[in-house]
């Protein structure tokens, strides 16, 4: 990467800026993909412009406000909605090489697309999904039958069947972790919780109308966190202050753990082959589960998109790129790099949670209020699980999310969608 | 003194007055700088949010056009039930953290004032929580605090024989904004200490000398010569501790985000939450035009309550 | 006084002297069960710093074993030291420490005068511009940074040093703060210096300022915190590693899914060791004032 001082060297380079976040290892390998590219196209500079995750969003309205938007950013896919419907991302079907596109798996292609006209404004290798993982030693002591694939997932009756079992067993201090410790406003909340919504037949949002009222309050939805509240009442949830390390910690004491795949890494070092990957349980008809990761978009400020969709088609076939990937047990988003990844290929542990990217796999609401319906959705959720009427919060946080959409005059042309 | 009895009145009147225009001259050039900076990059920036304060905002520009609402978000914001439980919450900080962390600053620095062995040594150690970024202070605390098995608790059964059960620290509504006074305490209180410790040095040794040659004993000292000779420290302190107290957020944002049930929402937390993630600039420009006065109010009272009594 | 006074005076400081001993006593057994009380937490840090294995201090985490390593090692400080490119510590470090030394020099000499004017000018309003400047500390930082994002990428200083350090010289806080130092000081130091006809600048520069150590110190130490802290805006305002400050760099390890402890630990070490070294230089500056002998003399 060239530095600021060097501009003047570089003048009759083309400038294409990347926005970024990641640990140092993902920063180290932007800059190493990054040198590579400008090697393979020594008349294009890159400039990487890198922000921490938690300061990510607060970055990006500097840069608008700035007028400083960068070519190509990494973006969290629930908020893509948002970002297209105000105007600031472009389609990139046609900027993107066409075997990067068809590599997609149809949850990548999910969580990149914008409903209103259908169209990809952004790409990942990545996606994300979470399993439920089992304590071995404990799933044998009390007979559990343990699922083999996303068809035969447990029903909900057997899921608090065996919670029930395991709270009485000996060693099980929690028959489950739900991560309550990562906090009660993270995306975590409507990320985990939201498809236990959609599994037992309700949603955040009613997807057609645009109106919450009359969906999260309804009974499906009422029925589902009550449910989840019994589980904490009956002292069956690790507490949020308990940390996230209960499925692993000395002495085991969590027996389930309902988290990111992410988490296999983290239990794996401690547990070996103790545990069990299973798909999330089905709490109704149909089974659900949650996607969306960090991804690729390119900005309608980028005065170069062609170079731009050049730069992203470049990092998603790097070698390098996908070696960090598959080490930091990156879930697969592309076919071609799933093949790649011992971890969830069939037969791999981790394949259950690869196969519900196509069979379960439900985006967050693609809707540009989606800051706001997450927002209500997780002090709905603070509220109930800590002893509040589940009915009356739900309906505290619907009519929240709809007075937003009604302040935006409907989020134009999305109120005229039926 | 005999030099100024030669000169004539009236020239001891022309040159006091220009000398007067002079220092005027150089008191306003000394002000100035401070005067001009926090004018650009304080009061310009807080009168532009009176304005988005009055208007529909987002955070990021968006397609629909920015409307002036008058003072709706204002009347919005004294609707939201949540909005008051966060004032309530902040006063209930305010009044818990006045005590513990001016308390412990001000014992701190008397000690640190004496002349002890590895006096040096200690000052470093005591200040050493002040210097930890509050991430770090968050991620110890946050152990410390683990419900059921965490030091703290582990601690509190083994004196107790057992007797007292494990406390969720920051799981119940009950403790967790006490928790958050504790850790905040711990925190910051270094802040005020080295206030104190400076203030302590001005006071001259004559008078504690003085004192003694009258024959006060040490807590007549105390009490007669310390406590007087802080008194403008104290008022520092104190106000400059409740308007602390009255933004407290970062510690929130990180370990409770306001939870559990609202107990550690404050008007800060509730404030960026609107603002940066529910992206309603101008809904969390009103809610700090409305912390400001607030805050206003309760330090010039303060103030004028500290003067009176000093009186 | 009479003659009576003096044996009274001796046998008084001679049985304080025996009080004082066990008074003594006290102080010192009090700061120690102080000290580790306060210390103890700070003790987990550095044992999770020494700790090579990420996942082993999540897992020793919420019990006493946070407290114990049983094979220190100094890895993650190497690492941390070798790392290159885009996040080089040194080029972070040597920004943070350029961005430090100027905000706390020039904001030691802006917010100085202002307190010094406000003590003691004779400028109408003295109260009323006070009052107002308590009023801007009650500003929350949150609710400007927006408004000033714009106010200084139209002014083209994105990506600057100066951006980092111009908007934080002057502050309520630190006026407020000289301001209570220099109104303590007696009066008597004041008029002394009027009437031989020192200028009120010169009253301030030669008389009251090396008066104020302790109060320089103070605001050395707290506005160094303060800039050494700086992260949200340090990101706002700036796009490369050019003038970046290392608390933005710290923060790669607190990283979306999960956090490296090992490497977040040594660097939040390492991050406190400079501000560390400078309290500790400046704490010298708590000596015992002069005051009495300077408005004697």
């Known amino acids: ?418 | 003194m005999t030099l100024q009895q030669t000169v004539r009145p009236a020239v001891i009147a022309r040159s006091a007055s220009r000398r007067d225009n002079g220092r005027l001259i150089q008191e306003i050039g000394m002000l100035a700088p401070a005067v001009i900076l926090l004018t650009i990059f304080l009061a310009v920036p807080f009168l532009l949010s009176f304005w988005t304060a009055m208007t529909n905002q987002p955070l990021v520009p968006r397609p629909t056009p920015i409307r002036f609402v008058g003072f709706n978000n204002f009347l919005r914001i004294f609707r939201d039930e949540l909005f008051w439980t966060s004032l309530w919450n902040v006063s209930r900080f305010t009044f818990w953290i006045l005590p513990v962390q001016c308390g412990l600053a001000f014992a701190t620095a008397l000690l640190l004032h004496q002349k002890l062995p590895f006096r040096n040594l200690f000052r470093g150690l005591f200040f050493l929580p002040a210097i930890t970024s509050m991430v770090v202070v968050c991620v110890i605390w946050g152990t410390l605090f683990q419900y059921p098995s965490g030091p703290f608790n582990q601690i509190i059964g083994f004196l107790s024989g057992g007797r007292i059960q494990p406390i969720d620290w920051l799981g119940d509504p009950n403790w967790a904004m006490f928790s958050i006074v504790l850790l905040s305490a711990w925190q910051a209180y270094g802040f005020q200490m080295i206030v104190y410790l400076a203030g302590l040095q001005g006071i001259p040794d004559e008078l504690y000398d003085a004192a003694r040659i009258d024959g006060a004993n040490a807590f007549q000292r105390f009490w007669h010569v310390t406590m007087p000779g802080l008194r403008p420290t104290h008022v520092f302190v104190l106000v400059i501790t409740t308007i602390q107290a009255f933004k407290l957020y970062t510690q929130v944002a990180i370990l409770t985000q306001g939870g559990p049930k609202s107990s550690t929402e404050t008007v800060v937390h509730y404030m960026v939450r609107s603002g940066f993630e529910e992206q309603k600039l101008g809904y969390a420009s009103a809610v700090s035009v409305i912390l400001f006065l607030i805050v206003l109010v309760i330090a010039l009272l303060q103030r004028q309550l500290l003067r009176r009594f000093d009186v | 006084m009479s003659e009576l006074a003096i044996p009274t005076l001796e046998a008084q400081v001679k049985s304080e002297r025996s009080a004082i001993g066990s008074l003594r006593m006290v102080q010192t057994a009090s700061i120690l069960v102080i000290a580790l009380v306060i210390v103890s937490p700070l003790f987990m840090l550095l044992i999770a710093s020494l700790k090579d294995d990420r996942f082993q201090i999540l897992a020793d985490m919420g019990s006493f074993r946070a407290f114990w390593v049983s094979n220190p090692t100094l890895s993650n400080f190497a690492e941390i030291g070798n790392l290159s490119g885009e996040l080089a510590f040194g080029r972070y470090l040597v920004n943070s420490l350029i961005i430090l030394a100027s905000t706390v020099g020039a904001g030691l000499i802006v917010n100085s005068m202002a307190g010094f004017v406000l003590a003691w000018g004779s400028l109408r309003g003295r109260a009323l511009i006070l009052s107002l400047v308590i009023a801007l500390y009650v500003i929350p930082q949150e609710s400007i940074i927006m408004p000033l994002v714009i106010m200084v990428s139209r002014a083209g200083m994105t990506d600057t040093f100066a951006v980092q350090i111009v908007p934080w010289i002057a502050s309520p806080l630190y006026i407020f703060l000289f301001y209570q130092f220099f109104a303590q000081l007696p009066k008597e130091l004041f008029e002394a210096a009027q009437i031989d006809g020192a200028s009120v600048f010169r009253i301030y520069r030669s008389i009251f300022l090396p008066l104020s150590l302790p109060a320089l110190a103070t605001v050395s130490i707290l506005m160094g915190i303060e800039s050494w802290n700086q992260y949200l805006w340090p990101i706002l305002v700036t796009q490369t590693d050019y003038a970046r400050p290392i608390a933005v760099a710290i923060a790669t390890f607190f990283g979306q899914d999960s956090i490296y402890w090992d490497r977040a630990m040594a660097a939040s070490v390492l991050m406190m060791i400079p501000i560390l070294a400078l309290y500790l230089a400046f704490q010298r500056w708590f000596v015992s004032s002069f005051v009495g002998s300077a408005v004697k003399g």
């Open chain 1, 1 to 418: 990467m060239a530095s600021a001082a060097l501009g003047g060297v570089a003048e009759a380079k083309t400038v294409i800026h990347v926005m970024h976040q990641g640990d140092p290892g993902w920063v180290a390998t932007y800059g190493e993909i990054a040198k590579r590219f400008e090697a393979a196209n020594p008349d294009v500079d890159v400039e990487l412009i890198y922000a921490p995750h938690d300061a990510y969003n607060e970055k990006f309205s500097a840069a608008v406000m700035s007028k400083q938007l960068p070519d190509v950013m990494e973006l969290d896919a629930p908020f893509l909605a948002n970002y297209v419907w105000s105007g600031y991302l472009q389609p990139i079907k046609l900027l993107v090489d066409k075997d990067v596109i068809d590599d997609m798996t149809e949850s990548n292609i999910a969580q990149g697309t914008y409903p209103i006209d259908k169209d990809l404004y952004a790409v990942g290798l990545t996606d994300s999904s979470v399993v439920l993982y089992g304590n071995k030693k404990y799933l044998e002591a009390i007979g559990a039958r343990i699922p083999k694939s996303v068809d035969d997932a447990w029903t909900r009756e057997e899921f608090e069947g065996y919670l029930e079992k395991l709270s009485t067993l000996e060693g099980v201090k929690w028959p489950i972790d739900t991560f309550r410790g990562y906090g009660i406003k993270t995306e975590w909340i409507t990320y985990a919780y939201g498809p236990i919504l959609q599994s037992a037949g309700c949603d955040l949002i009613d997807r057609k109308t645009w109106k919450s009222v009359g969906t999260l309050d309804g009974d499906p939805c009422v029925e589902a966190l009550t449910m989840m509240q019994k589980w904490v009442t009956n002292g069956w949830v690790v507490p949020q202050s308990s940390g996230t390390n209960q499925f692993f910690a000395e002495g085991h004491p969590a027996a389930l753990a309902l988290g990111g795949h992410w988490f296999y890494a983290e239990a794996a070092a401690s547990m070996k082959d103790d545990i069990v990957v299973m798909p999330l349980p089905k709490f109704g008809p149909k089974g659900a589960s949650p996607n969306g990761t960090w991804i690729w978009g390119i900005t309608t400020a980028s005065e170069h998109p062609d170079i731009a969709g050049k730069f992203i088609s470049f990092m998603l076939k790097d070698k390098l790129y996908r070696d960090y990937a598959r080490e930091d047990s990156g879930y697969p988003g592309l076919k071609s790099f799933a093949a790649d990844s011992p971890l969830y290929a069939a037969g791999g542990p981790m394949a259950v949670a690869f196969e519900q990217a196509s069979k379960t796999a439900i985006a967050r609401p693609p809707h540009p209020a989606y800051p706001a319906i997450t927002s209500a959705f997780m002090g709905a959720v603070d509220e109930i699980f800590n002893g509040g009427d589940a009915k009356a919060a739900l309906s505290k946080a619907a009519e929240k999310i709809d007075e937003d959409i009604e302040e935006n005059d409907g989020y134009p042309p999305f109120d005229e969608q039926q």
